[in-house]
Every structure is written in structure tokens, then in C-alpha cells.
């Protein structure tokens, strides 16, 4: 069965950086498009970044751009998302999700990242 496990996440202080890794299973990984979410307390979902299969396609919600960025190995079946230049608003459960920003489907449990001082 489809299988996604992230980590990576933690607390951190503003202006700085995490990488969350999310590996993978039960699918043929290189064939699909990815995306992380995360969600805030109390907010809905927010969709972050989406990398093609290839990996040569990327796209960013306008709150991350330029200090987030998704990149892939699909000779290891992982996925991950650098992230720098970290604020307090980007405090979020985040996850990696099968499928692009318009339709995407299974989901991990997610990692927590926390930005405070």
C-alpha cells in the first residue's frame, strides 16, 4: 500500500533552516508528481510546493517562494524540501502528499516544524 513517512521537522529559531525528507513506498514513485502541505493550528491545509516526476518542474505557493525549495531522488524514492530563511508563520504540521496541487491524494502522517525564538 501507498506509504509516506516524513521527518526532518523541529523547532527552530527565525531566519533559520530545516530539510524535511519524505520517503516514499508501495507506488512507483519516479512516475507521480509530489507536493508538500502543511497545516496551521487552527487553519486549513496549505498547499507549499509540487516537483514533476522528473524533477525539473517546480512551482511555490507565493508564501514560500524564494526561501523554500522541493527537490527529489527517485533512485532513493525520497522527496524533501529545503527550507530556508524560516518564520514564525510557517509553523505548520507538514506533509508530503501523492499527486500535484490539483489533485493530490495519499498523505503521511506529516513532521512538525516550529519557528520561535
Known amino acids: 500500500q501507498v506509504q509516506l513517512v516524513e521527518s526532518g521537522g523541529g523547532l527552530v529559531q527565525p531566519g533559520g533552516s530545516l530539510r524535511l525528507s519524505c520517503a516514499a513506498s508501495g507506488f512507483p514513485f519516479s512516475a507521480y508528481y509530489m507536493s508538500w502541505v502543511r497545516q496551521a493550528p487552527g487553519k486549513g491545509p496549505e498547499w507549499v510546493s509540487d516537483?514533476?516526476?522528473?524533477?525539473?518542474?517546480?512551482r511555490y505557493a507565493d508564501s514560500v517562494k524564494g526561501r523554500f525549495t522541493i527537490s527529489r531522488d527517485n533512485a532513493k524514492n525520497t522527496l524533501y524540501l529545503q527550507m530556508n530563511t524560516l518564520k514564525p508563520e510557517d509553523t505548520a504540521l507538514y506533509y508530503c502528499?501523492?499527486?500535484?496541487?490539483?489533485?493530490?491524494?495519499?498523505r503521511g502522517q506529516g513532521t512538525q516544524v516550529t519557528v520561535s525564538s
Open positions: 516537483i514533476n516526476s522528473g524533477g525539473y518542474i517546480t
Open positions: 502528499a501523492r499527486g500535484p496541487r490539483s489533485g493530490y491524494n495519499y
